[in-house]
């Protein structure tokens, strides 16, 4: 079976095989040969870690299936990319699936686990489970301000491509995740900062 592209950005190739996803992290021709194929592998070892461990925490992301200097292969995750299926969902629909992503996302955030990109394109609805997908930006941390920028990422992609609910949206992904995460109210004081800086460079 031929290998579909579903994605080629400027640092990886991502191509499905049957029921795998391959993502493989492109030299660069601008970089020192030994600096570059250093960068890739810290930044595919960084991944891999990330999902074997939020997978340990039974947090719902692609299964790890092989780990190579340059490449990882996960599991596909059949289902509903919501960033083209949420506005089709009737308003309860929509609310529940937001409050799924936030009980997800406080999961994370207990476990120091940043996402980095998290938006509705990097979050899948298969059956009636949220699966959290494409940790190429994430990264482990405790500190507040990283876990404020990404609640400041997912509030920027309702407004953006979900705008015409997006305030009781972001409400339903707030009351999951401060329900289920200890320190979230601190998170929230760091995002109305971090929403304050974003303006004023406007």
Known sequence: MAKQ???????AIITKEK??????RISKSYRHKEIDEKIRKSRTRKEANILKKAKELNISVPELLKQED????????EGDRLSEK???????KQFLV?????KE????????????????????LRDEEIFI????LGFISKR????AVDLHLIKQALEAKHFQNYEKLFENFLESYTKEYKEAKEVLERLKKVEARGRYRH
Request: no cysteine; glycine share 6%; aromatic share 6%.
């Open 5 to 11: 592209i579903l994605a080629q950005g400027a640092e």
């Open 70 to 77: 340059f490449l990882l292969e996960m599991e596909f995750i």
């Open 19 to 24: 029921k795998k996803v391959v993502k493989h």
């Open 105 to 124: 996302v406080a999961k994370l955030h207990q476990n120091d686990i940043i996402h980095g990109d998290l938006t509705t394109s990097n979050t899948i």
């Open 86 to 92: 949420l506005n089709s969902y009737e308003e309860k």
């Open 133 to 136: 997908i494409d940790f190429g």
């Open 98 to 102: 937001l409050k799924k992503i936030g």
């Open 144 to 147: 507040v301000e990283d876990k």
